[in-house]
């Protein structure tokens, strides 16, 4: 069952920057670890980073540090991935999940089986 909602992707050209949010209506994020994983045509689904439930510990792909931010906004009910520098490689739906087995852990991962709440995905297509 989907409970988390993305919204944000789009095309853009290499070079430019787009802000995805991923959301829940039915349950508060504050708890929990957030993780952004996408997944491109013909290769397996990829953590690209995740943020602890107090937001102290963030971890990035090094694919994407540098140039990927994670963040969340707890009076939204929100958690951002903003990216910027975008290049085609990046070009994937995303994916946001929460790790809801765990309470106000100190540490997020991701391993995509760590993460129990999906989103359906939203699509970031990086071209000129």
């Known amino acids: 069952q989907l409970q988390l909602v993305e919204s944000g992707g789009d095309l853009v050209q290499p070079g430019g920057s787009l802000r995805l949010s991923c959301a829940a209506s039915?349950?508060?994020?504050?708890?929990?670890?957030i993780g952004w994983f996408r997944q491109a045509p013909g290769k397996e689904r990829e953590g690209v980073s995740c943020i602890t439930a107090s937001g102290g510990s963030i971890r990035y792909a090094d694919s994407v540090k540098g140039r990927f931010t994670i963040t969340r906004d707890k009076a939204k009910n929100t958690v951002y991935l903003q990216m910027d520098t975008l290049k085609p490689e990046d070009t994937a739906v995303y994916y946001c999940a929460a790790d809801r087995t765990r309470y106000w852990s100190s540490y997020c991962t991701m391993g995509d089986t760590d993460y129990d709440s999906w989103g359906q995905g939203t699509q970031v297509t990086v071209s000129s």
């Open positions: 039915a349950f508060r994020l504050d708890p929990y670890a």
